[in-house]
């Protein structure tokens, strides 16, 4: 994958010309195979404007090549972005040994490419984050609150309780009108709880710790799967809101 990479980036920019063909005279040269080394006198350049030449030159050997369909022209591309290619497997194989040789650098370890080693390493996260939900519902309680004109915001009240029920957390159903307690008959009419909470948008899912009664939106808004809350929670977590709430 990394020579591909480096093959594309070689040859994808603009046009301009030079380099290993300018000192040869025209002529049935290109059967000469250009050395992959780079020469030192090349090195001592700035890398970038290197690999900006070699993205020239190789567009516009390409162009050249395509324009005038001459055997010599088509022959210096292919020697040309051979030498592309060959540079490239060798910056490939320098690249695998000191991923080899510093096994920090290795992004499998994190997240491996292999099926096996990719569906272990999702499932791993995933317990990971279960936990981590799992650990906030232990101080943590949920208040939902919803407009029983709303049909959308009654089903939400569905996925709220899957959520709480799966996770451990204590819910708390609130309606906003009479028609929320003629829906879901458990839940409790709002008396001030909404407004001492902020709330001002619904359906609202808010996560509040009862110790220090330090508050979590979860939702604002209609959340349509399970796995949404789960998400949204999760990326708190992550951004380390958990010492806020």
Known sequence: MVRLFLVLVFCSCSYAGGGFFAGHSDG?????????????????????????????????????AIVTQNPEDVARFIAWQNFLINH??????????????????????????SSVGHDAAVAKK???????????AKD????YFF??????????AGIAQRFSEKHGFDLLVVAMN??????IPQARLDKGQAAALGVKYFPALISINPKTMATLPL???????????????????????????
């Open 88 to 113: 490239s497997e060798r910056f490939a194989n320098v690249f695998q040994h000191v991923i080899a040789t510093h096994p920090e650098f290795d992004f499998e370890r994190e997240l491996p490419s």
């Open 219 to 245: 939702a604002h808004g209609r959340v349509h799967a399970l796995d949404e809350l789960e998400f949204k929670l999760v990326g708190f977590l992550h951004r380390g809101r958990k010492q806020n709430v």
């Open 147 to 156: 407009d029983g004109r709303d049909e959308g915001s009654i089903v939400m």
């Open 28 to 64: 049935w040269f290109w059967y000469q195979s250009q050395k992959a080394n780079v020469s030192k006198k090349v090195l001592n350049k700035n890398p970038q404007q290197i690999i900006k030449s070699w993205q020239n030159k190789h567009k516009y050997l390409r162009a050249k």
């Open 126 to 136: 995933e317990r990971l984050e279960l936990a981590r939900i799992k650990a906030f």
């Open 140 to 143: 943590h309680g949920l208040f």
């Open 178 to 183: 009479q028609q929320g307690v003629k829906a």
